[in-house]
């Protein structure tokens, strides 16, 4: 009891001597390796040491990947500790792949950058800018502070998973266009079918690996596409 006690004060006291506001002001420009990190959440959070961490604000990533957000958190008990977070899907991985529908699920692990103190400013009102430059995903790791360091997958926040229609699995699209440019060398015939069945062939020539034909040669894409008006890939292959 006197513990508890003892520990109740000396909160009291921390508590009466920080500011208990905190403000952050964040832009940045987001890649996926090669790719812009397009219409994408970004977030700031703000990390609890009693209770839950505190959402503090949500933007999306415009189509040049750029993100900026101005937030203020508050921690009663404890200086405050913003953190920028997000699901990485730069980093996602397959779960389950839907053959009928040819439909993916992929899930991905969050990430999460604590600000710099020299960049929170004590207060309502940021006065710095902490500006991430140009971060590619691929080679960023999270962080962690707290307990989270030694009881991570119980304390951290969880990742998320989503479902990708067939018509928007870029993976698909990326592979048959590999395909599509160096299969017609004899006008009106398409060489698709002979490169799709032997991979060998389509590695060397169109630098399409075996897993790569595989999917396409599985697949059926739909009647009209970005590469122009085609029909399925099982179709054109079983032709």
């Known amino acids: 009891m006197i513990y508890l006690i003892l520990l109740l004060l000396l909160v009291g006291q921390i508590s009466c001597a920080h500011e208990p506001y905190a403000s952050v002001h964040l ?17 700031v959070w703000e990390k609890n040491y009693i209770m839950a961490d505190s959402w503090a604000t949500t933007v999306l990533t415009d189509e040049n990947g ?36 040819g439909d993916k699920l992929v899930c991905s692990e969050p990430l999460k950058v604590f600000i710099p103190k020299e960049y929170v400013t004590p207060g309502r009102e940021a006065k710095k800018t902490f500006d991430f430059t140009q971060v590619n995903l691929a080679m960023v790791e999270t962080q962690f502070a707290g307990l989270e360091i030694v009881l991570q997958t119980v304390l951290s926040q969880k990742g998320e998973c989503r479902r990708i229609l067939k018509k928007d699995r870029t993976d698909l699209w990326d592979n048959y266009s590999k395909l ?13 079918p002979e490169l799709a069945e032997n991979p060998y062939k389509a590695q060397e020539e169109c630098k399409v690996t075996k897993s790569e034909t595989d999917k396409i040669r599985t697949s059926e894409l739909p009647p009209t596409s970005k590469y122009g008006d085609i029909i399925g890939v099982k179709d054109v292959i079983d032709s």
């Not at 017609?184 to 398409?190: D, N, R």
């Open 27 to 43: 832009t940045g420009t987001l890649y996926c390796n090669e790719s812009i990190y397009q219409h994408e959440k970004v977030e």
């Open 180 to 192: 599509l440019k160096c299969s017609t060398t004899i006008p009106g015939k398409s060489r698709i």
């Open 66 to 101: 750029y993100f900026e957000m101005k937030a203020t958190v508050r921690d009663d008990y404890f200086p405050p500790k913003p953190y920028f977070y997000m699901i990485n899907w730069c980093k996602e991985k397959q779960w389950w792949n839907d053959k009928e529908t």
